[in-house]
């Protein structure tokens, strides 16, 4: 079945730094969301992206919606403490309701303040 | 607008039991999504259910069943639980469906810990 590659599975960065994760698979996606879990809560998604070659910020985020659909990106600029928790990338390959949406397994940020 | 809602958030099974959550939806959101996260496989898709009808189904064994009322609140049941089935059960909602846009509303879950 279809999988996402995601990478990398954790990162310890200190308060400041800047944050580059990315998530790659063998198929092509319609839509690439990115979601991001506290400790103790659900998935909040981040970004959302629709067309290949899309460049969307959302505040200190910043995500890409690779040029061969096969990828995605997700920066975080100038990282704060509570930018702490579980990135989750998501692909979809659109089929009207039987549309099947896959998470990668994570990226989990660990920030020194 | 109140958020998902899930009950119970913990609950302690032994094996061979069987449990059921509760998953309440976002006012007008018509499907609800039901996952299992583990620490090393991420989130796994186990259903959807759209206006009362299970609409797209994950490859998890039969004993995960799930059901959707006219309320569009969802329940989910597991039954002769395992020691694998130790897991947070997220449920996420939408109004019209994960394979439609992939924006989803998660709730917190329910970590359920099978002994």
């Known amino acids: 079945g279809q999988q996402l590659n995601q990478s990398p599975q954790s990162m310890f960065i200190q308060e400041g730094e800047d944050v580059s994760m990315n998530c790659t698979s063998s198929s092509i996606f319609n839509t690439w969301l990115w979601y991001k879990q506290d400790p103790g809560e659900g998935p909040v998604l981040l970004i959302a992206l629709y067309k290949a070659g899309e460049l969307t910020s959302n505040g200190r985020l910043t995500a890409q919606f690779g040029i061969t659909r096969k990828d995605s990106f997700l920066n975080i600029s100038a990282s704060i403490p509570s930018d702490v928790g579980i990135y989750f990338c998501?692909?979809?390959?659109?089929?009207?309701?039987?549309?099947?949406?896959?998470f990668g397994k994570g990226t989990k940020l660990s920030v020194k303040p | 607008k109140a958020g998902v809602t899930q009950t119970p958030r913990y609950l302690i099974k032994t094996r061979g039991q069987q449990v059921t959550l509760s998953c309440s939806p976002i006012?007008?959101?018509?499907?609800v999504s039901w996952y299992q996260q583990t620490p090393g496989q991420g989130l796994q898709f186990l259903f959807e259910?759209?206006?009362?009808?299970?609409?797209n189904k994950g490859n998890f064994p039969g004993r995960f069943s799930g059901r959707q009322f006219s309320n569009s609140r969802s329940e989910m049941n597991v039954s002769t639980l395992e020691l694998g089935d130790s897991a947070l059960y997220l449920c996420a909602s939408s109004y019209r469906g994960q394979g439609n846009t992939g924006e989803l509303f998660f709730g917190e879950g329910s970590r359920l810990t099978v002994l």
């Open positions: 006012s007008g959101h018509r499907s």
């Open positions: 998501a692909g979809l390959n659109y089929g009207g309701s039987q549309g099947n949406l896959i």
């Open positions: 259910y759209f206006s009362e009808t299970q609409r």
